[in-house]
């Protein structure tokens, strides 16, 4: 099986082509420049550079979410696209399982996937490292660090954290939780070569899906539409103040 995976859940955004679960080849760019001006160039000139052409691709993966709004939208759109035309199976990837893949040979590691969901919050889901696989614990999630140290103190087993939110929450938590520690900073990072690893146990699973099928999962309102239900709100609730001084 051949899988084109996409990843630009966060600043960075990069781009694998995988062949049977070996990795083929690899595009990262953390530049600053916009994922829509670099994500489908990346993706161009990587497939040119292997020789490759987009009808040999037998899967087109991707980091569905969560992470940045804008990101997942020019991901998602992205691979859409990139279906679309040929009918290509895609497999929508939990951004949060995507980065524990790499450390799966950590057996009986708990890995604390945390990306910075920001107003006191971090996404998070927690695998258990099999050495082969990994192992979900929880779903995936917008919680308080204080609520995540609170799961987590009790629990013996070396913890790792890993993702765009690995300081924080290491920073936060390293003295509530006696033995934690960051992933070496090669692993991480969000990649594509982890949501191509993701993309095979959903393959795996039977639970790939037609491009047409493919949404952002966000876990979270954008802060939009938040304002605009709090506007809305404020309006109600002066129209009910104005009725009672009627």
């Known amino acids: ?60 993966a991707v980091a569905a979410g969560p992470g940045s709004f804008t990101g997942l939208r020019i991901a998602v759109s992205t691979a859409k696209g990139l279906a679309w035309a ?29 990306m910075d969901a920001r107003r006191g919050q971090v996404y998070n889901a927690l695998f258990r490292a099999t050495g082969g696989g990994l192992e979900r614990l929880c779903p995936d999630r917008a919680v308080s660090l204080a609520q995540l140290g609170e799961e987590l103190k009790n629990d013996p087993n070396p913890k790792i954290v890993v993702g765009d939110g690995a300081l924080l929450c290491y920073n936060t938590l390293q003295e509530q939780l006696p033995g934690l520690t960051m992933a070496p900073e090669h692993l991480r990072w969000q990649s594509a070569w982890g949501v191509a690893a993701a993309a095979r146990a959903l393959a795996a699973r039977g639970e790939l899906a037609k491009g047409d099928r493919l949404v952002p999962v966000y876990h979270r309102l954008s802060q939009a539409e938040r304002e605009r239900l709090e506007r809305e709100q404020r309006s109600k609730f002066t129209i009910e103040g104005d009725r009672r001084d009627v």
Do not use: F
């Open 1 to 60: 099986m051949i899988i084109l995976a996409l990843e630009a859940s966060a600043r960075a955004c990069s781009a694998a082509l995988c062949r049977d679960g070996e990795l083929v080849a690899q595009s990262y760019q953390n530049s600053g420049l916009t994922h829509s001006r670099t994500l489908l160039p990346m993706v161009h000139e990587m497939l040119k550079n292997c020789g490759a052409g987009l009808e040999q691709v037998d899967v087109i």
């Open 86 to 114: 040929q009918d290509k199976d895609c497999a929508a990837c939990s951004t949060l399982e995507s980065m524990a893949w790499p450390l799966a040979h950590m057996e009986g590691a708990l890995l604390v996937c945390v």
